[in-house]
């Protein structure tokens, strides 16, 4: 027997914008037939397109600093931002064919295409095949190491949407998944993986699993009640000190891939800015406040990029010394 919340009436909206999301160039400018589609590559909501990019950016530029060169690739760079909002939209559409029965049990998710009736599961996996083929397109740019590895990354993509249903630490999954770029960038310079790409690599997962958890707090309540499971469930009132961790972890490990970089201090300046960011949100989360969420959710945007910024001028700067 599905939970009661299963029973309510989809709102007004459910046939236009997604609850969370109004107000988007999606709504008010694309063509009403494409607008589902839009939405189920999130591209009304292009936040988590970034954060997925942001890793990618940063290996290549910390690849750049290891190289002593004077900045990442660009030919890499807008790669990487094709490919990010491309693999992101292919991602999402395969989580909303995969949970289109519990969407439309949470309030926040219901007026998502599929569950509302706006695109068919069939017309959502031709979709689905067109972004994938969008991102292989991308991928056939770099060399062979960078592209096995970019394949290998599908498998997390393909388990992600599950992990909720059987763990409580589903953000660790998606954090392997969302932070694959910061093994690609370097792959893609150098056509292997050292250790300052680990390094990075382990520090965006726990940079991943403390935003998810911020993220996740706004559906907690829905979730306990159809049986999904977080980390916004497991911690709880521990939420900051959780949080606290591992963004504290996320800077010492990131910090560490610098150092084994030889990165200097322009990037130990723009990661103490990437710190001071990701402790503003610990101070200011306030978990039983759905918009409060989302907002510092959305900060990390701004997090990743004041990092990549002292990443990209580490590199301008020492290439004149």
């Known amino acids: 027997m599905r939970p009661a919340a299963t ?7 459910a046939i236009g914008s ?3 999301a109004t107000g988007n160039w ?9 607008r589902p589609y839009l939405r189920l590559a999130r591209l ?11 890793p990618c950016w940063w290996s290549s530029a910390l690849a750049a600093v290891a190289a002593h060169a004077r900045s990442p690739s ?3 760079i807008g790669l990487f931002f094709i490919g990010a909002f491309a693999m992101r939209g292919a991602g999402c559409t395969w989580n909303d064919i995969v949970d289109r029965d519990l969407d439309g049990s949470v309030e926040r ?5 599929i569950p509302s009736g706006q695109v068919s599961v069939a017309q959502a996996v031709l979709f689905l095949v067109l972004q994938a083929l969008v991102g292989l397109a991308v991928l056939l740019n770099f060399n062979s190491f960078t592209i096995g590895l970019g394949i290998a990354s599908l498998a997390i993509v393909m388990v992600y949407p599950f992990m909720k249903r059987i763990t409580y630490w589903p953000q660790i999954v998606l954090g392997l998944a969302f932070s694959w770029g910061a093994l690609m960038g370097w792959a893609a310079a150098f056509g292997r993986l050292d250790p300052p790409a680990i390094l990075l690599y382990a520090g965006s997962i726990s940079w991943v699993i403390g935003y998810d958890t911020i993220y996740a707090h706004q559906d907690r309540d829905d979730d306990a009640l159809i049986g999904v499971k977080s980390t916004a469930l497991l911690f709880g009132e521990r939420t900051k000190p959780m949080l606290a961790l591992f963004y504290g972890a996320a800077v010492i490990l990131i910090g560490a891939a610098g150092y ?3 990165a200097g201090a322009v990037f130990a300046l723009g990661l103490a800015g990437f710190a001071a960011h990701l402790g503003w949100q610990v101070v200011r989360l306030d978990i039983s406040d759905p918009d409060n969420c ?6 990390d945007r701004d997090a990743g990029l004041i990092l990549f910024a002292g990443l990209l001028l580490d590199a301008a700067v020492r290439r004149f010394f």
């Not at 999606?26 to 494409?34: E, H, Q, R, S, Y």
């Open 7 to 13: 029973t309510r009436i989809n709102p007004p909206h």
């Open 294 to 299: 989302l907002t510092l959710f959305k900060s």
């Open 74 to 76: 660009l030919w890499h």
């Open 44 to 54: 009304d909501r292009p936040i988590g397109s970034w954060l997925l990019l942001l």
């Open 109 to 113: 998710t219901r007026s998502r295409p």
């Open 260 to 262: 084994t970089a030889d």
């Open 26 to 34: 999606v709504d008010t400018i694309a063509p009403g037939w494409l």
């Open 18 to 20: 997604v609850a969370d």
